[in-house]
Each structure stands twice: as C-alpha cells, then as structure tokens.
C-alpha cells in the first residue's frame, strides 16, 4: 500500500480518542460489509440501495446532472459542453450513479465499491460490455489508491463508512489523481442533530455529516469547496435528511 500523503492545516481531526468519543469512532467496516451483503443486490430497481422510494433516484439523478452542468462553467479550461474523458465512481453500489448520470456525461467511467456482489452487478452489465465502465475495484475508499487522473471523482451517499482521518486521507489521494481540470463532487445526507454534532447510525455502522464537519475535512485536504447546494424537489412529508453537494478543487 501506498504512504499517506500529507495532509494540509493543523491537525485538529486526530485519531486518538478524546473524553467523548466522536461518531465516528464508531464505525465498524466490517459490521457495514455485513449490513450492505444482506441488502439485495437489484440492478433494476436499485432499491436496495436508497431505501423503499423508488422516485427517489429520479430525483437525485436529474439534481446531479443540472448541478455538474453549472461546475463544468465554473472550472476555467473545463469542457462545458460533450463528455468529460474519465470518471470514477466512488462507493458505487451496484451503478446507480454510473448508469443514471455519470455514462451520459463521461467516455469512461471507472468504479469503487467494497463489496463484490454489488461491483459484480457493475461487472455483469450492458455498460461494462460496451466498454463505458472501465475499471472495477472491489475495494473500500479507506483502501483505495487511485492509479489514474480523473477527470471526475463522484462520490455520493457511502463517505459515513469512513473515519474522519480516513476520508480526510481519501480526498487527499482524490486532490492528487484530477486531471489539470479535474472535479471531486460529493453528494451526502447532512446531520440534523440539535446540537450540531455527527450522528451515528448502527444499522449500517455509518456516520451523517454536519455541513461544518465536511468543509473542516475539505480543508485539511488541501481542497476548496468552489460550490455547494442542497438537492432540491423531494417531497417534505417523507422527512429526508438534507442531501448536498459539494465541488472540490485543489487548493492552490
Ligand atoms: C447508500 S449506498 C450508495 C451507493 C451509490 N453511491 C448510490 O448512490 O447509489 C452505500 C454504498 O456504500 C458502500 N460502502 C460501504 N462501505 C464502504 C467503504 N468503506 N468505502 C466505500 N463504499 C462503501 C456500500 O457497499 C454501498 O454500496
């Protein structure tokens, strides 16, 4: 395995425990291995993967693609119109993001994810026979050390099975691997906790971010937020945690 690259600013995320344990000195991998290997693995209705509300991914889908319409605008050099060269996504599931959004917007897309019944999914479609999906590796992001420069990193819905030390590493290696024009976006739930705190869930062993964590996280990377917003359109009486976005570039 590679080193740890150096990580920019203090260093106020350490791994030591304090008195209170922080959230995510909860997280468990293998504890989320066994939770996500117990959830189906459905290519056609992606279910498994974002609950029992099959609009969601409608949704989702159509706020991702109008949000990296605007950052490709915002990026001096970057392409606004035609596909990007070649993207990898991150904690893929079983291609959610690949098929829905990120095939129609890049040549290539690579594709990181832990567990195989799901990255075989990804291995078993129309889009890796077609040549789309490039790369598959059956990997957590703690452990994945990218070989390439992306043109994009997505990245959505799966950084809570990170450490903050982890994910503060993982988008350190993801700052190192973009092209001269490259892009990180994440898209996660955002905490709701009153006292503004990460919460912790033990269904899947997974933390939810506050807005403030992730901006300190981003920061210690050596990346910039260059533009953030919450997904709009899903409907207030199903009381979802706030998704947003973030578009990262290296700080310079
Ligand atoms: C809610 S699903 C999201 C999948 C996909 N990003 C999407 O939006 O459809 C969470 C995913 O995170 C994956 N995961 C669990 N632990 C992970 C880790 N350490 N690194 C990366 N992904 C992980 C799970 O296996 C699962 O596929």
Request: aromatic share 8%.
């Amino acid at each position: 395995m590679a080193s740890e690259p150096a990580i920019s600013g203090s260093s106020e995320i350490s791994s030591e425990k304090p008195a209170t344990a922080p959230a995510d000195s909860n997280i468990d991998h293998a504890a989320s291995i066994r939770y996500w290997n117990s959830v189906a693995a459905n290519s056609n209705t992606m279910l498994g993967m974002l609950g029992s509300y099959p609009w969601y991914t409608r949704i989702d889908l159509r706020g991702s693609k109008s949000f990296l319409s605007k950052v490709r605008r915002l990026v001096p050099g970057c392409t606004t119109e035609g596909k990007l060269n070649l993207a990898v996504d991150c904690g893929a599931g079983v291609g959610r993001v690949t098929e829905g959004l990120l095939s129609h917007v890049c040549e290539t897309v690579d594709a990181v994810e832990p567990v195989e019944k799901f990255t075989q999914v990804i291995r078993d479609s129309a889009l890796k026979r077609a040549g789309v999906v490039g790369d598959i590796y059956t990997v957590g992001l703690e452990g994945w050390y990218p070989e390439k420069k992306y043109d994009l990193i997505w990245t959505q819905f799966c950084v809570g099975h990170l450490t903050d030390v982890q994910l503060v590493h993982y988008f350190v290696r993801c700052r190192e691997s973009l092209t001269e024009t490259g892009i990180v976006v994440v898209k996660e739930n955002q905490s709701t906790d009153p006292n503004g705190n990460d919460m912790y869930d033990d269904e899947d062993s997974s933390v939810t971010r506050t807005d403030e964590k992730f901006k300190e996280i981003f920061q210690q990377a050596g990346l910039i937020v260059i533009t953030s917003e919450l997904q709009l359109g899903f409907p207030k009486n199903f009381k979802l945690l706030p998704v947003r976005f973030y578009a990262l570039r290296p700080k310079s």
